[in-house]
């Protein structure tokens, strides 16, 4: 049984992985996102984010792309994300560029010249021919080498009289401000240079409201924590929401070992001794015994003073015989023993992208993510093998599963120890693409799909997807399986139907591919997605 659920939770609250759905917008992110959009849009060529460790730097990068992906023009945008610029020499690099475009180039033995030639083709084809906004994301930006800032440079030099032909965005620690320093030629294109802060007092509370809601504990909130664990939680982590996320799982750990329902300053401070070390300016403690200088210290920081003062009066008088008696909680015994306080339980290798819809909300039997094993058979755990060509490991990761994550990304390395860099993978590679069930429902309003093909393998089912015949309409790979079919590679048409009548007219226009072709408005509900819709 999972921890989370003992605490009657649906989903786990503080995983630290960089899911969207626990994306809390504070002001500081609030306005780095807006301010990286305006100028990727109007194309200003080259912006930083700078911040200390765990401020949010990626999960920012990665709310960003979301928000490019989501909206209303999202085909007006190209872009490539490099998590790890750690490259040895400048040919590395530029190939990871290119590749990462797809971007063709004499694969044998290309020369820097041939590679930023046919790059600087590419910008002027996508940028001035076709309108588009070509944006480079680099995460980890403090591991740029300096021959990377001097090809950089020479990238925001394609421009036309009015606009970048690419647009730049750097996230780096604040160590990378010393590479500017060096490299005026390059800080000198800077557009804006951006900071990401801790969190307030008031925005740490936010911050974990926020997931416990996320996760379905909204009416649990209460009684893990007052005014006074918020306050612990933000001195003990300095505001720094990675340390954050890491103390509040710690304490729902601590809860259910200790059967306590409150997370008290003494169980924080014992939670707060397994963080890792952590070199940042601690908040200096104030005397809670003093509760009127707690007030007017919150005052002057800017903390809405609307939590009970109840809770400060009860919290300051109360005896640790009462505190031990009141905190007390009946939990059911989980069916698996609860690891030791310093243990972290292993996360879940993917966790759904998107909510499933209830089976009432569409009219359909959807299965779920743990059907996996029927009567008749049991899901695989792989779905084949797929050899590199151009692009990059997370191109194939968005076409195969629908669209990128972190999890998904460690998932395939896991099963591929040969690959040493994710942004650099030779052409040829054989790479082991996992079988991994997500939780999915066709859109509620536009449940009618159409299959245009299957094929017998993944490798064939890709194949036919990158080379799809210009006439034909936007398409995507879509794996599922159940018994009666066992595993199915299909290319399934993007656009999805409000009715039958809709998704037939649309088949009749897939020229040749019509006879193949069919209409899907309901699945099986033993069946197994690995795609997401």
Not at 8 to 30: Q, T, V
Not at 48 to 54: H, N, Q
Not at 143 to 162: A, G, I, V
Not at 194 to 200: N, T, Y
């Amino acid at each position: 049984m999972e921890y989370f659920k003992i605490l009657d939770l649906k989903r786990e609250p503080f995983s630290n992985s960089p899911d969207p759905d626990f994306f809390y917008l504070s002001e500081n992110h609030w306005d780095c996102l807006q301010k990286i959009e305006l100028a990727v849009r109007v194309r200003r060529g080259l912006s930083v984010v700078l911040g200390e460790v765990g401020t949010g730097k990626t999960t920012v990068c990665r709310e960003f792309l979301i928000k490019l992906k989501n909206s209303s023009n999202a085909d007006q945008f190209e872009t490539q994300l490099i998590l790890d610029p750690d490259f040895n020499f400048p040919l590395e690099f530029l190939r990871t560029v290119a590749d990462g475009f797809g971007i063709a180039y004499e694969e044998d033995n290309p020369s820097e010249w041939h590679l930023k030639e046919g790059i600087k083709s590419y910008l002027f084809q996508k940028g001035v021919a076709e309108g588009k906004i070509v944006v480079l994301l680099i995460d980890e930006g403090q591991k740029l080498p300096p021959f990377c800032l001097e090809k950089l440079r020479e990238f925001l030099n394609y421009e036309t009289n009015e606009f970048k032909l690419l647009q730049i965005v750097i996230f780096a620690q604040n160590e990378f401000q010393e590479l500017l320093d060096e490299h005026h030629n390059f800080s000198d294109r800077v557009n804006q240079l951006l900071f990401l802060s801790p969190l307030s007092l008031r925005e740490t509370e936010n911050l974990i409201r926020h997931r416990l809601t996320v996760a379905g504990g909204e009416e649990s909130i209460s009684s893990f924590f007052n005014f006074w664990s918020f306050w612990t939680i933000w001195r003990k982590t300095g505001g720094y929401p990675r340390r954050i996320i890491s103390l509040c799982h710690q304490i729902m750990l601590s809860l259910i070992i200790s059967k306590k329902k409150r997370a008290t300053p003494s169980l924080i401070g014992a939670a707060a001794a397994y963080l890792p070390v952590h070199k940042t300016k601690k908040i200096p403690l104030i005397p809670i015994t003093a509760a009127a200088a707690v007030i007017i210290a919150l005052v002057f920081a800017g903390y809405s003073l609307d939590f009970n003062y109840a809770d400060i009066g009860k919290y300051l008088s109360r005896s640790k015989s009462t505190e031990s008696k009141t905190d007390e909680l009946t939990l059911p015994q989980p069916a698996i023993p609860i690891p030791p306080l310093a243990a972290t339980p292993p996360d879940p290798l993917y966790e759904a992208a998107a909510p499933a819809e209830s089976p009432a909300a569409v009219g359909k039997t959807l299965p779920t993510a743990t059907a996996t094993i029927s009567e008749k058979g049991k899901a695989p755990e792989l779905l084949g093998l797929l050899t590199m060509q151009r692009g990059t490991l997370s191109d194939i990761i968005q076409r195969v599963y629908g669209a990128y994550t972190y999890r998904r990304l460690q998932a395939v390395i896991k099963y591929n120890p040969q690959i040493t860099n994710s942004n650099n993978v030779r052409p040829g590679t054989k790479i082991t693409i996992p079988a991994l069930p997500v939780e999915t429902a066709p859109p509620r309003d536009k449940p009618y799909l159409v299959e245009a093909a299957t094929a017998g393998s993944l490798e064939e089912a890709y194949h036919q997807l990158v080379n799809l015949p210009g006439d034909l309409p936007p398409m995507r790979l879509f794996a599922y399986w159940n018994p009666k079919q066992g595993t199915v590679f299909a290319l399934h048409l993007k656009e999805t139907y409000y009715d039958e009548l809709s998704a037939t007219k649309a088949v009749e226009k897939l020229a040749n591919w019509s006879a193949r072709a069919r209409v899907i408005d309901s699945w099986d509900s033993d069946t197994v997605f690995f795609t997401v819709f």
